[in-house]
């Protein structure tokens, strides 16, 4: 499985992107899928996840401003971001696996294959 994550840029406090994470070579709606970010100097962190029955799983910090959705028509996982501050500066990675018991989405090591990551810079 390859992943190619996009959608990263540079926006103002309040502002809101999208972020895209296209799979290549297998069919998204058999995976698990995780975004992840990891900021300069730090751990990286959970954000979002979707469960292959589209449940979905966020973080506290941005439970309410994030969704994460799914299109199997063009096998993307989307990270809808909202009201976004500077605290969520960081690079975020997709990650995926076929098999991730509900306890264990956020954990980086659920995940077998992962993109290469894309910056996201809120200004504030």
């Known amino acids: 499985v390859q992943l190619q994550a996009s959608g990263g840029g540079l926006v103002q406090a309040g502002g809101s992107l999208r972020l895209s994470c296209v799979f290549s070579?297998?069919?998204?709606?058999?995976?698990?899928v995780g975004w992840f970010r990891q900021a300069p100097g730090k751990e990286r962190e959970f954000v979002s996840a979707?469960?292959?029955?589209?449940?979905?799983f966020y973080a506290d910090s941005v439970k309410g401003r994030f969704a994460i959705s799914r299109d199997n028509t063009k096998n993307t996982v989307y990270l809808q971001m909202n009201v976004l501050k500077s605290e969520d500066t960081a690079v975020y990675y997709c990650?995926?696996?076929?098999?991730?018991?509900?306890?264990?989405?956020?954990?980086?090591?659920?995940?077998?294959?992962w993109g290469q990551g894309t910056q996201v810079t809120v200004s504030s």
């Open positions: 990650a995926a696996d076929r098999q991730v018991i509900n306890c264990a989405y956020r954990r980086p090591d659920s995940y077998d294959y």
């Open positions: 070579g297998r069919t998204s709606s058999n995976y698990a």
């Open positions: 979707i469960s292959r029955s589209d449940t979905p």
